[in-house]
């Protein structure tokens, strides 16, 4: 136990053990060791009846279904059906996070009985910050049974009277309020694993029984490096999209530069509207060129679109203007409020 603590590289780290036997009279237990604070953390499960190491193989063949996808959604629905084959959970949903911090549902692995969640969005208030900042910690939370007893940590505090982190502690308890939130949603039991990009918390594998469901040490291990290597697939994925966007954007720029030095923009508002929507997904659009306007779809009318143009000039006429909520920006949006929410306006 000496020499695990002193392998432990930096403040989160974990060092795991299995099949120790830690009393001649006790069957053989897994151990987790960490460091919180002056105190060292050490967790004890019972040790699966398997024994042997974590099954690294399988985990490679499993990430290895994940390379090679065109969306991000396709890798989504194939790590949720991996993970839910790893654990055995009933239902297994890839949550990614927005920019605002609300959270969309964008895959889900199911038993055929249970209401889908695909598509679904929780608002940013349904993941509290402390609780993202320890999901960035500690990177896998399990909750086997929402109504197991709980014990009492004893001595309850440090000796320098200071309560005892147990932020990376797995076996510790968890908030009562989220454990009502569970049993309000017929959830019995729940992990949840981070997916980190960047340093950032960029969604989660969340994972949901009916009835208390425990997954051993050894899998939880394998889910881990499971996903970090799901993790690194994403990263590929979203690098690749990122540079073909690239080159299509440059390309966009280069044929509407070529448009507007011919002064054919609203001679050819289709081609031009065609040519942006494959690179900027949008509900309408709108171009005024000199004294002509023309627009398609949910998009303000001329007199409309005069307003706004006095206002974007004051926001900076010769600099791209973009908001999901306009009616925080401009007082005339309220006008609009039947077509647009948000605006995405550049100068040619």
């Known amino acids: 136990m000496r020499t695990q603590a002193q392998l432990l590289s930096s403040p989160d780290a974990v060092n795991r053990l299995f099949d120790q036997c830690v009393r001649p009279d006790l069957p053989p237990v897994d151990m987790s060791l960490h460091k919180s604070g002056s105190h060292y953390i050490v967790e004890f499960e019972k040790s699966d009846e398997v024994k042997g190491e974590v099954d690294f193989a399988r985990v490679q063949c499993l990430a290895a279904r994940l390379k090679g996808k065109r969306s991000v959604v396709a890798w989504a629905d194939e790590a949720a059906r991996c993970?839910?084959?790893?654990?055995?959970?009933?239902?297994?949903?890839?949550?990614?996070?927005?920019?605002?911090?609300?959270?969309?549902?964008?895959?889900?692995?199911?038993?055929?009985?249970?209401?889908?969640?695909?598509?679904?969005?929780?608002?940013?208030?349904?993941?509290?910050?402390?609780?993202?900042?320890?999901?960035?910690?500690?990177?896998?939370?399990?909750?086997?049974?929402?109504?197991?007893?709980?014990?009492?940590?004893?001595?309850?505090?440090?000796a320098k009277g200071?309560?005892?982190?147990?932020?990376?502690?797995?076996?510790?308890?968890?908030?009562?309020?989220?454990?009502?939130?569970?049993?309000?949603?017929?959830?019995?039991?729940?992990?949840?694993?981070?997916?980190?990009?960047?340093?950032?918390?960029?969604?989660?594998?969340?994972?949901?029984?009916?009835?208390?469901?425990?997954?051993?040490?050894?899998?939880?291990?394998?889910?881990?490096?499971?996903?970090?290597?799901?993790?690194?697939?994403?990263?590929?994925?979203?690098?690749?999209?990122?540079?073909?966007?690239?080159?299509?954007?440059?390309?966009?720029?280069?044929?509407?530069?070529?448009?507007?030095?011919?002064?054919?923009?609203?001679?050819?508002?289709?081609?031009?509207?065609e040519q942006i929507g494959r690179v900027i997904a949008f509900d309408g659009i709108a171009i005024r060129f000199g004294e002509s306007y023309v627009a398609d779809g949910s998009a303000p009318t001329a007199d409309e679109f005069e307003k706004l143009a006095d206002f974007l000039n004051t926001a900076g006429g010769s600099e791209v203007f973009v908001t999901d909520a306009l009616s925080k920006r401009f007082a005339g949006a309220k006008e609009l409020s039947d077509r647009v929410a948000g605006v995405l306006a550049f100068p040619i």
Request: a neutral charge.
């Open 83 to 158: 993970l839910r084959a790893m654990t055995g959970f009933d239902r297994v949903m890839v949550y990614r996070f927005n920019h605002d911090l609300s959270g969309d549902v964008i895959a889900e692995a199911k038993m055929p009985q249970q209401p889908p969640y695909l598509g679904l969005r929780y608002p940013a208030s349904d993941i509290p910050k402390q609780a993202r900042q320890l999901y960035l910690r500690s990177t896998l939370r399990i909750i086997a049974d929402v109504d197991a007893p709980t014990v009492s940590i004893t001595p309850s505090l440090g």
């Open 162 to 273: 200071e309560p005892i982190d147990l932020s990376l502690s797995v076996t510790r308890a968890v908030s009562p309020v989220h454990l009502e939130y569970m049993r309000n949603m017929g959830v019995a039991a729940s992990m949840s694993v981070s997916i980190i990009r960047d340093g950032k918390l960029w969604g989660l594998l969340a994972c949901h029984s009916d009835t208390p469901h425990y997954v051993d040490f050894r899998t939880r291990t394998a889910v881990e490096l499971f996903v970090q290597l799901a993790t690194y697939e994403l990263a590929e994925l979203e690098m690749r999209a990122a540079q073909a966007q690239l080159v299509e954007t440059q390309e966009l720029h280069r044929r509407l530069m070529t448009l507007a030095a011919d002064g054919k923009l609203i001679q050819r508002f289709s081609d031009f509207s």
